[in-house]
């Protein structure tokens, strides 16, 4: 039996386009993505898995809400489907640690950095890129790892370098980060844990 893959999203969803390539392409065969689940409305992340024809689900944090609520009502919707395995495609809230145990081992996520450098709270998006800029560094790239407590720290299956060039802007970095290292580095480790936790079954 294939297992159900969760991906989770805040955004437009770039990684979870490249995810949905690899299904149609055959690169994804130990598993399949059967949920969207996104913290907003009306992302593009929800249209693109539309197109593909893949469920959505929207998961919203109230206001007020502490994280452990939060993270009941995330679970609460991925049992309901019957999800084996997430990954975080650009899913801009931290999971609370009832989240972890419940998927432990079995959530991947892609940072746009060498890990361990650029990463840990406060560094999302532009500001990754900002930072390496900032620091002068020639390579940067992007990372896979297993989500643990502690924000980017669990351990890594994966890194794939990207040089930094004169004249790069934050945006301009994150675009080659993401065509260089994280459109491929995704999937191909989406398909490694999904083949691994089949095994398992
Ligand atoms: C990516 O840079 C990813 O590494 C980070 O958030 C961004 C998401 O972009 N975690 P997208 O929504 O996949 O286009």
Redesign the pocket.
């Known amino acids: 039996m294939l297992i159900n893959i969760a991906v989770l999203?805040?955004?437009?969803?770039?990684?979870?386009?490249?995810l949905l390539d690899s299904q149609a392409y055959g690169g994804i065969v130990s598993g399949r993505i059967s949920l969207v689940l996104s913290s907003k409305e009306g992302v593009y992340?929800l249209e693109r898995a539309k197109n593909a024809g893949i469920s959505t689900a929207v998961v919203a944090k109230e206001k007020g809400e502490t994280p452990a609520e939060y993270g009941h009502k995330l679970i609460t919707e991925l049992m309901a489907n019957d999800i084996d395995m997430v990954v975080?495609?650009?899913?801009?809230l931290i999971l609370d640690e009832c989240f972890i145990k419940a998927y432990e081992g079995r959530i991947l996520?892609?940072?746009?950095s060498l890990i361990p450098a650029f990463c840990g709270e406060g560094f999302?998006?532009l500001r990754?890129h900002r930072a390496a800029l900032e620091r002068g560094v020639k390579l940067t790239g992007?990372t896979v790892h297993i989500v643990n407590e502690i924000p980017d720290g669990g351990p890594i299956l994966a890194q794939k370098a990207v040089e930094v060039l004169d004249g790069d802007t934050p945006e301009i970095l994150?675009q080659r980060?993401?065509e260089q290292a994280?459109w491929i580095l995704l999937p191909r480790e989406t398909e490694k844990l999904a083949a691994s936790l089949t095994k398992l079954q």
């Open positions: 999203v805040s955004g437009g969803g770039t990684n979870l386009q490249a992340a975080l495609a650009g899913f801009m996520n892609i940072h746009p999302y998006g990754v992007a994150q980060v993401m994280e």
